[in-house]
């Protein structure tokens, strides 16, 4: 059994900053690769940052220079540092990983996600 668990969303201001966690707990052997996805209403969900094992990183254009992703391997843990919010950058913030719980078994798992609102 995995579980991931988010934290640190919020309401702030156009301008502002928020960082959110994402652990993940029980039968994690390995973690390939982290990230998050975001959903704003009557949109689809998008892929906004993912982390390799290895630290290498990626993210879509429009949080290019405002949003950090990064990983902390020893706590099973990713975080995104997201800075110069904008209105746009609302939505249901999404964490998952790539996990391998045995040597034959790995898949993807997925946070419960966390509301991020950013008012103009």
């Known amino acids: 059994q995995v579980q991931l668990v988010e934290s640190g969303g919020g309401l702030v201001r156009a301008g502002g900053s928020l960082r959110l966690s994402c652990a993940a707990s029980?039968?994690?052997?390995?973690?390939?690769?982290m990230g998050w996805y975001r959903q704003a209403p009557a949109n689809q969900r998008e892929l906004v940052a993912t982390i390799a094992s290895g630290g290498t990183t990626a993210y879509i254009d429009s949080v290019k220079g405002r949003f950090t992703i990064s990983r902390d391997n020893a706590k099973n843990t990713v975080y995104l540092q997201m800075n110069s919010l904008k209105p746009e950058d609302t939505g249901v913030y999404y964490c998952?990983?790539?996990?391998?719980?045995?040597?034959?078994?790995?898949?993807?798992?997925w946070g419960q996600g966390t509301q991020v609102t950013v008012s103009s």
């Open positions: 029980g039968s994690v052997s390995s973690i390939n690769a």
């Open positions: 998952y990983a790539l996990i391998r719980t045995t040597p034959s078994v790995t898949q993807n798992y």
